[in-house]
T-cell receptor, first 114, second 112 residues
Framework: SAVISQKPSRDICQRGTSLTIQCQVD?????MFWYRQQPGQSLTLIATANQGSEATYESGFVIDKFPISRPNLTFSTLTVSNMSPEDSSIYLC???????????FGSGTRLTVV | KQEVTQIPAALSVPEGENLVLNCSFT??????LQWFRQDPGKGLTSLLL?????REQTSGRLNASLDKSSGRSTLYIAASQPGDSATYLC???????????FGEGTQLTVNP
């Protein structure tokens, strides 16, 4: 199974600023996924990121708010822009390849906006 | 649109009990189903993956079953321990390598 390094693990940010989250995979993968988990809730998909093309966003998420980069097959970033307290969540990346233990997730970024 | 439901939302049991967590999904045309564990404020740890052609998977004290036709899966935890306390999430994938659709999770507390 792929191993994903996600950083930062947590951050406290001022409203109106932006934070970029990075995910590095130890092998090449075609698709990467970005999820959000709001406090006390389950995971919701933000977007799917394929290398070499624009990310595909789910309903309710827009590129201006959550720009995604996918410069190569092992790396992706998610930026949370112009943050408000409602953006306080755990953000997780995942790869779109199933190993023997299933999908692999990064360790998550716990974001608090004050 | 696929919807995944987990029952119960929360469960508290004494140490040593065997327990069952339930997951149901509305569209039976799934590729696989996966159970995860999440500790507070942390990422997801994969527990078991069941392909659509399989009926069950086992890992240690954990056993997951899948009844694709009825849209149900169960996670059985034998001889529960306080270290099993966490939120357990069920997720389905509809094609190989596709996004996952998650249930709301079951928050498990195992009391010493």
């Amino acid at each position: 199974s792929a191993v994903i390094s996600q950083k930062p693990s947590r951050d406290i940010c001022q409203r109106g600023t932006s934070l970029t989250i990075q995910c590095q995979v130890d092998s090449q993968v075609t698709m990467m996924f970005w999820y959000r988990q709001q406090p006390g809730q389950s995971l919701t998909l933000i977007a799917t990121a394929n290398q070499g093309s624009e990310a595909t966003y789910e309903s309710g998420f827009v590129i201006d708010k959550f720009p995604i980069s996918r410069p190569n097959l092992t790396f992706s970033t998610l930026t949370v822009s112009n943050m408000s307290p409602e953006d306080s969540s755990i953000y997780l990346c995942s790869v779109g390849r199933t190993g023997p233990k299933g999908y692999t997730f990064g360790s998550g970024t716990r974001l608090t906006v004050v | 649109k696929q919807e995944v439901t987990q029952i119960p939302a929360a469960l508290s049991v004494p140490e040593g009990e065997n327990l069952v967590l339930n997951c149901s999904f509305t569209d039976s045309a799934i590729y696989n189903l996966q159970w995860f564990r999440q500790d507070p404020g942390k990422g997801l740890t994969s527990l078991l993956l069941i392909q659509s052609s399989q009926r069950e998977q086992t890992s240690g004290r954990l056993n997951a079953s899948l009844d694709k036709s009825s849209g149900r899966s169960t996670l059985y935890i034998a001889a529960s321990q306080p270290g099993d306390s966490a939120t357990y999430l069920c997720a389905v994938g509809e094609t190989s390598g596709s996004r996952l659709t998650f249930g709301e999770g079951t928050q498990l507390t195992v009391n010493p």
